[in-house]
Nanobody, 114 residues
Framework: QVQLAESGGGLVQPGGSLRLSCATS????????MGWYRQAPGKQRELVAE???????TYADSVKGRFTISEDNARKTVHLQMNSLKPEDTAVYYC????????WGKGILVTVSS
């Protein structure tokens, strides 16, 4: 059974930091890329950051310079380090793994508020 388990979300003040992690299990085929998406209330889900098999990274313009995506454990875990958080970063963050199919985590809430 494929599972993507997100962790590390929560409430943080503006300017603060959080580190999201996503541990994958049950994916037996090659993973070509992993990423983080987010969906704020009333908005569509959007790409935040992704990393490919070769290590190339892509970031949404709104998070460049503040967020860093990384992976370890032979592509079993992906992290998103989020610094200088802003209220507009508040959203449910979803982990995604691209293989022969696209797999999603259940999402984790990040709230940036004073």
């Amino acid at each position: 059974q494929v599972q993507l388990a997100e962790s590390g979300g929560g409430l943080v003040q503006p300017g603060g930091s959080l580190r999201l992690s996503c541990a994958t299990s049950g994916i037996s085929t090659r993973i070509y890329g992993m990423g983080w998406y987010r969906q704020a209330p009333g908005k569509q889900r959007e790409l935040v950051a992704e990393i490919t098999l070769s290590g190339a990274t892509t970031y949404a313009d709104s998070v460049k310079g503040r967020f860093t995506i990384s992976e370890d454990n032979a592509r079993k875990t992906v992290h998103l380090q989020m610094n200088s958080l802003k209220p507009e970063d508040t959203a449910v963050y979803y982990c995604n793994a691209k293989s022969i199919a696209s797999y999603w985590g259940k999402g984790i809430l990040v709230t940036v508020s004073s």
